[in-house]
């Protein structure tokens, strides 16, 4: 993995919290736990912020200045985009009672400051756990097609195929929308990936090589290519 690949798969975190001496803290020790942090020192700031960086979890200070915390958080659950992003509220011992109303608006966990740091990360991990399970592995199947996520074998018709990992990845796609027909631009999001660039003719070398392993001598072609389209898995109409 490259070094960028590799903190893209890094949590993101937001450190929302308007205590400069304790944003500096938590970012030295989240960081050192392998979390990326991203700053903002007040509610307004935080809501603009989230859009723009997309977290996979917010530390969401309850005081702070201007828009609170707390409205933040409302605020948060409203968009659709935010519905289900974890929220873990950060409040002072003096509002503990009002922690309940925090999580009523939709925080999925508080800690009360002071906090203890390992305290702090087992709550994110499991937050984190939960919002991200690991994908169920199953099996995928269309017109005598088999693809098994687990052992990452194929089938056609009961013989094996070999496919290299991309064309596996392409098939995994294409088997979770048979039928669908697919841009290039499509395909390239989904199965390489939205931050990398590939030239979109690369997609036909790999269909090429795709229906190479999956057409046997007399079988038909599973791979349907849509003029000025794109591609879809599909039986071909003759
Ligand atoms: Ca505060």
Redesign the pocket.
């Known amino acids: 993995m490259s070094e960028s690949a590799a903190n893209q798969a890094k949590p993101l975190v937001l450190v929302v ?3 400069l001496p304790l944003v500096t803290m938590l970012r030295y020790n989240l960081e050192r736990q392998g979390f990326r942090v991203e700053e903002a020192g007040d509610g307004q700031e935080a809501l603009d912020r989230i859009g723009e960086v997309q977290p996979d979890l917010v530390l969401l ?4 200045p201007g828009v609170s915390g707390l409205e933040v958080c409302r605020q948060l659950r409203r968009r659709s985009a935010t519905r289900d992003l974890p929220v873990i509220m950060v409040t002072a011992r003096s509002e503990e009672q009002d922690s309940v109303r925090g999580l009523d608006t939709g925080a999925d966990d508080y800690i009360t400051k002071p906090f203890n740091m390992d305290a702090l990360l087992a709550r994110m991990r499991a937050l984190l756990r939960r919002a991200n399970p690991m994908p169920v592995k199953g099996r995928l199947a269309f017109e005598g097609i088999e693809l098994d996520l687990a052992s990452h074998r194929v089938q056609r018709s009961g013989r094996a195929v070999h496919v290299g990992p991309t064309e596996f990845r392409l098939l995994e796609f294409l088997l979770q929308h048979p039928r669908r027909v697919f841009s290039r631009e499509e395909l390239l999001d989904a199965v390489w990936g939205k931050d990398i660039h590939v030239e979109p003719r690369t997609v036909d070398v790999h269909i090429r090589r795709l229906r190479k392993a999956i057409n046997g001598p007399g079988e038909s072609d599973l791979v349907r290519t849509v003029r000025a389209a794109g591609y879809a898995l599909d039986v071909e109409m003759s």
């Not at 200070?61 to 702070?64: E, N």
């Open positions: 919290e308007d205590e200070d309850w005081m702070l």
